[in-house]
Every structure is written in structure tokens, then in C-alpha cells.
């Protein structure tokens, strides 16, 4: 503003005049039209509220700074330069990366990523599940849905990793609303013992494989052991079943004996043979 020198009124004149002049400009539905570098105004085109901007130092555009109603409204920035940031590191904060995505940013390189659907992305702007953990593309394939509460990728060797004292059990618990702790993995270093466990009453450990998942390896409630049998239904009364195959021996020498077990083998002669606890050896005849 520039007031000449002129009598009082003449001055009084000029000064309300440009007052008036700087309301004008300071805030209105468009833009100013003269602007100046580092210039203040208050966009009041949105419903609602009115946007505090900036003039850069190009005298180029106005940037958003905060609403009249004092919320923080920023440019929507990048990754290298986030909308939010520091003074002492402007490379790390927080910014838009699209509709409803909101990303954090260290050293100009995203490191967590918030979608629509409330997915948190570490190192990935579109997570897979509710936790995706990434480090470098897997390649072609994304989480099943059935299972993608936890997602973590890489392009090669990884995993996830309990660490705890030599006398803790470190575990993994399944669990629904009838029982907290259902089945669990645990592991003891001082014990030296490695438990996969079914706690739930009647419960069955099945191992499979193939394509189909088929069962191979059962082991019910009652502690018997079934060999291609499926649980409970089909399993016969005993200690061990085997359905569906043979039971192949590989020849070995005449075993130590232990006592109270009987031993079952077959050696090099083509023979089957039987050793009780007291280290007897039997051949067994068929007839």
C-alpha cells in the first residue's frame, strides 16, 4: 500500500480505501486479483467453512493451510514429500495417497498405508488384508480371503518370529467363543519339546496332503492313530488303524529288546518275527 503524503481527511480517505481494498482481497469466493508472494487469504468457496491459503514464493498458486473453523487442511503431497511434515525433516510425514488412503512416509519412501476398508499396508499402498507386512513382491499372487487377517511378503526367504526365554512356552493359540485356547503350537527350548496340541474335548489332529487335502494321518481324542482313515466316523476300535494300504518293514537286524514291549520286524531272510520284552525272537508262521 502506498499513502502519499496529503491533509488529514485526504489521508483519512486514503487509508480507509485501501483497508477496504485488503478485506476485499483477504477473502472471497475466488482468488484476488492482483497476488503477491507469501500473500494470506481466505477462500470462502466451500460450504461450510472457509480455507485458509498461502501464496508460494513463485507467486504462482495458493496453497491450503487450515480451515476458519481450525482444522489443519493441507496440500494432499507425496511420498517424497508428504503434506504433513516436519521443519527438521520435511521428507517424513503423512499424506493423501487417493480417495480415503491415507500414507506415512520416512525418508521420502512410503512405510504404512490406511485404506478405505481400515488395511494397514507396511511398505505397500494396497494392502491384501488387514495387516499386510511387505518387503518386496511375491510376484503374481495375492492372500486367500480366507486367510488374510495377516499378510506377509517378500521376494524370498521369510517368516515371523516368537522369541522368548529358554524356560517359556512360546505359543500359538487358536480359539473361538466356546474355548480361548482350542488347539495350540508351543515350543520350550529347556524342555526341548515342539507340541502340536488339539485341547478341545473330542478333538482330532489330521495331517494331509495332495491337492484335495486328503487326510493321511489321524489322531482322535481317544489318542488312536489312523492311517487313512478319516476321524471318528470311520475309525475302527483299537490303538492304530491302517485303511486303504500296506505296512512296509525295512529289513533290519535282530533290535535290542526293551522291556515290556514286543517288537514286530522282518530281516534279511525274507521272515517275519516277533520279540517279546524278555528279548525272545519268534517267527511268525501263517497258515
Not at 495417497?97 to 476398508?117: E, V, Y
Not at 499396508?121 to 499386510?132: E, F, N, Q, R
Not at 506377509?152 to 522369541?163: T, V, Y
Not at 495350540?184 to 478341545?200: E, G, K, P, Y
Amino acid at each position: 500500500m502506498n499513502i502519499a503524503n496529503d491533509s488529514g481527511a485526504n489521508v483519512r480517505t486514503d487509508m480507509n480505501d485501501h483497508i477496504a481494498a485488503l478485506v476485499q482481497t483477504s477473502s472471497g469466493a475466488t482468488a484476488p486479483a492482483t497476488t503477491f508472494a507469501h500473500q494470506h487469504w481466505a477462500d470462502t468457496a466451500p460450504a461450510g467453512y472457509s480455507l485458509v491459503k498461502i501464496r508460494d514464493a513463485a507467486d504462482s498458486a495458493f496453497n491450503p493451510l487450515y480451515s476458519d473453523l481450525g482444522h489443519w487442511r493441507g496440500t494432499d503431497g507425496t511420498a517424497a514429500l508428504p503434506g504433513w511434515s516436519f521443519a527438521s525433516g520435511i521428507e517424513m510425514g503423512a499424506y493423501r495417497i487417493g480417495a480415503n488412503q491415507l500414507g506415512f512416509a520416512t525418508a521420502g519412501t512410503l512405510a504404512m498405508a490406511i485404506d478405505a476398508s481400515q488395511q494397514v499396508g507396511i511398505g505397500i499402498a494396497a494392502p491384501d488384508g488387514m495387516l499386510h507386512v511387505h518387503k518386496e513382491t511375491a510376484g503374481a499372487v495375492a492372500a486367500a480371503a480366507q486367510a488374510n487377517l495377516g499378510v506377509f511378503e517378500d521376494s524370498g526367504p521369510n517368516g515371523i518370529s516368537l522369541l522368548g526365554p529358554n524356560s517359556a512356552n512360546l505359543n500359538i493359540f487358536f480359539g473361538s467363543p466356546l474355548d480361548s485356547k482350542a488347539a495350540a503350537i508351543v515350543w520350550n527350548t529347556d524342555a526341548r519339546v515342539f507340541q502340536i496340541l488339539a485341547h478341545a474335548p473330542n478333538a482330532s489332529l489330521l495331517l494331509g496332503s495332495g491337492t484335495s487335502g486328503s487326510i493321511g494321518l489321524t489322531l482322535d481324542g481317544a489318542q488312536r492313530v489312523g492311517i487313512g482313515v478319516s476321524p471318528l466316523t470311520n475309525m475302527a476300535t483299537g490303538d492304530m488303524v491302517l485303511e486303504g494300504g500296506s505296512l512296509a518293514l525295512k529289513e533290519i537286524t535282530t533290535p535290542t529288546a526293551d522291556t515290556n514291549y514286543g517288537k514286530v520286524y522282518t530281516k534279511a531272510d525274507d521272515k517275519l518275527y516277533f520279540q517279546d520284552g524278555a528279548g525272545a525272537e519268534h517267527e511268525l508262521a501263517f497258515v
